[in-house]
């Protein structure tokens, strides 16, 4: 709950901010792009609390004035679109999820903890033949040699001590392991290997390296990864999400501890789950797979 000198400071300061744009409320609302009723409720005297992180960015980005001005803590009204700016921002050109950005973004976080719910498993932990195949329209028919060194640093930064959590689908996992849905056409022995050269790096890392394992029909996640306390990305296919505001990277730091609390495999028994997934799949008597 914030304090009511803080609450009625930001209503003063909204309410010039009205009057400025010559707007009525619903006009006003619809400009930012809020709730008429968020602007009631932040506009009501009996109301004691700030708005929103994502309300203020609204606010902020819609009239181009400075979110430190509208919370009292500055006396610069017209720095908006900056502002704005480094609270969030949109990068294009995202052909991959782990693309030289997301590897600068690991660079700037060194010594801090990463969380990441990838799409499928985490890229770093993949084989240059999986990679190969999975991104050759983005990334060419062979790999990058600056991603695969990069890739090879995050993953000596780990054994140095770096911590880095993931969490991984069980459905994503068990697609890869029977080359079905994008991995269809990678053959048995590509996926076999990826699994237990993933199991092997799961082992050696652990337990600076931990990957949860969660199912699906319990909780849903789009990609996103949290570096450290500065940033956070959401990954939206060709586009990053990138979050630099405290309550953001908090509330997605959140979702991440909510995913690993549903986890239905513990980082201490993921290697052996992947090694189980490698080996090859029984075949069926043709009597029992004829039978009911």
Wanted: with cysteine; glycine share 6%; charged share 20%.
């Amino acid at each position: 709950m914030a304090h009511p000198t803080a609450a009625q400071g930001f209503r003063d300061r909204l309410e010039r901010v009205i009057a400025q744009a010559g707007l009525n409320q619903a006009g006003f609302a619809r400009h930012v792009g809020i709730d008429r009723s968020t602007l009631s409720q932040l506009l009501s005297a009996d109301n004691d609390r700030l708005p929103r992180a994502e309300t203020l960015v609204a606010i902020a980005k819609g009239c181009r004035i400075s979110i430190d001005w509208l919370l009292g803590l500055s006396q610069r009204e017209q720095v908006g679109a900056e502002l704005v700016e480094a609270v969030l921002t949109i990068e294009t050109q995202a052909h991959a999820p782990f693309d030289e950005r997301f590897l600068r973004w690991h660079a700037e976080a060194a010594g801090r903890k990463l969380r990441t719910v990838p799409m499928s498993f985490p890229d770093f932990m993949k084989t240059d033949e999986v990679m190969r195949f999975e991104y050759a329209a983005a990334l060419g028919p062979e790999p990058n040699p600056l991603l695969t060194e990069r890739r090879r640093h995050i993953i000596a930064s780990i054994r140095d001590g770096g911590e880095m959590e993931a969490c991984v689908s069980l459905q994503a996992l068990q697609a890869f392991a029977e080359g079905r849905s994008q991995w269809q056409g990678l053959d048995a022995p590509a996926r076999h290997a990826q699994l237990n050269a993933m199991a092997a790096l799961t082992d050696e890392l652990y337990p600076t390296l931990r990957l949860h394992l969660y199912d699906l029909r319990q909780t849903y996640s789009a990609p996103f990864t949290v570096f450290g306390h500065s940033r956070a990305a959401v990954y939206l296919g060709p586009t990053y999400l990138v979050l630099n505001a405290s309550e953001h990277i908090r509330m997605l730091t959140r979702r991440f501890d909510d995913i690993v609390r549903s986890a239905s495999i513990q980082p201490h028994a993921t290697a052996a789950f992947l090694r189980d997934l490698a080996a090859p799949l029984p075949v069926r008597p043709l009597s029992l797979m004829n039978a009911g």
